[in-house]
Structure formats: structure tokens, C-alpha cells
């Protein structure tokens, strides 16, 4: 049996719809049909970025411990959207780990700062440890001013963690 690509790409962009419709499992499976079919799996590696794009997310953490370990997503361009369903959701957990520090890595401080901005109005009482781990993630990427923001946040939500980065170091004195 021949497998021709377009097919495999029509069969992924049926999985597609079926995330986008809450149809997890059925999406699973034509997923995982394609991805036993094709022999360079890597080819697909765009679907996934696809798929965090377009669900919604009281689905793509459950997508993603499916189908995630699959695909390389952290050469994806929308790893913002991750991040911001795991505020939304108040979730803390591997995805949102790997998505900010594939920000950091990636260098987009920028997208890092966009997420501090809208936050508190996605989510106005975003968990402490999610505060916390971005700032983390500020602090790497270069932005300690947000960064100590965050972390003055996460600290009143009681991290520990956070309290003790929370102290701004005094500035260089030039001599």
C-alpha cells in the first residue's frame, strides 16, 4: 500500500477538527494512525503548533499529554497560547514549563512581557506558582523589573520561593 502525503495531511486536518470540536479521542487516534504511517514523523511537527493555536483550552492540555510527546513543540511560534491556557485554567504543569522555557531559549522577552501584561486580566487570581515560574522565566530572559514584580505577586500568595527572589539587587555603584 502506497501512503501518499496529501492523504496524511487530509487525515490530520480531520483530527484537527475533531479537537476543535471536543472530540479528543477520535482526534487522538487519526493522530496516531498518521504518525504510525508516516516515517518521517518530524514532516508534521506543524501540526501541533497548528493545534495549539486552534483549540480551545479546556482542551490542548489534554491534547497535548496525548499526542504532545509526539511533536517537537517547542519549535512552535504560539507557545504564548499555552502559557495562557494554563492561566486561564490556573495550571501549573510540564506544558506550560516547556513553553516558558522555550520562550526563553527561543529569546521572546517580548511574548514573556505580554504575558505579564495580561495576566491578571485573563485570570485576576492566577495561582502563586504560575506567577512565580514566569518570573522565573522574566528573570532568564532579561526583565528583572517584571520579573521582581511577579515575584513580589507570587510571594503575597504565599511561595516562599518567591520571597526570597523578590529582593531587588542595588544597583552597581560606578567608581
Not at 508534521?44 to 499526542?67: G, P
Request: proline share 3%; hydrophobic share 40%; aromatic share 6%.
Amino acid at each position: 500500500m502506497t501512503i501518499v502525503k496529501s492523504d496524511l495531511i487530509k487525515r490530520l486536518m480531520d483530527a484537527k477538527k475533531f479537537f476543535v470540536n471536543g472530540y479528543v479521542d477520535e482526534g487522538v487516534k487519526i493522530v496516531q494512525d498518521v504518525l504510525k504511517l508516516s516515517p518521517q514523523k518530524e514532516e508534521y511537527n506543524w501540526f501541533i503548533c497548528n493545534v495549539i493555536e486552534s483549540v480551545d483550552c479546556k482542551y490542548l492540555f489534554t491534547i497535548l499529554d496525548k499526542i504532545g510527546s509526539s511533536f517537537d513543540v517547542s519549535k512552535c511560534q504560539n507557545l504564548k497560547n499555552v502559557v495562557m491556557c494554563g492561566i486561564m485554567q490556573n495550571v501549573y504543569n510540564a506544558h506550560v514549563d516547556l513553553a516558558l522555557n522555550s520562550l526563553v531559549t527561543q529569546g521572546k522577552r517580548d511574548r514573556l512581557e505580554d504575558i505579564t501584561k495580561d495576566i491578571f486580566k485573563v485570570n485576576p487570581d492566577v495561582n502563586g506558582e504560575i506567577l512565580y515560574k514566569l518570573a522565573e522565566a522574566l528573570r532568564r530572559a532579561g526583565d528583572e523589573r517584571d520579573a521582581v514584580l511577579l515575584l513580589q505577586e507570587a510571594c503575597k500568595k504565599g511561595i516562599k520561593e518567591a520571597c526570597s527572589n523578590a529582593v531587588v539587587p542595588p544597583p552597581r555603584s560606578v567608581m
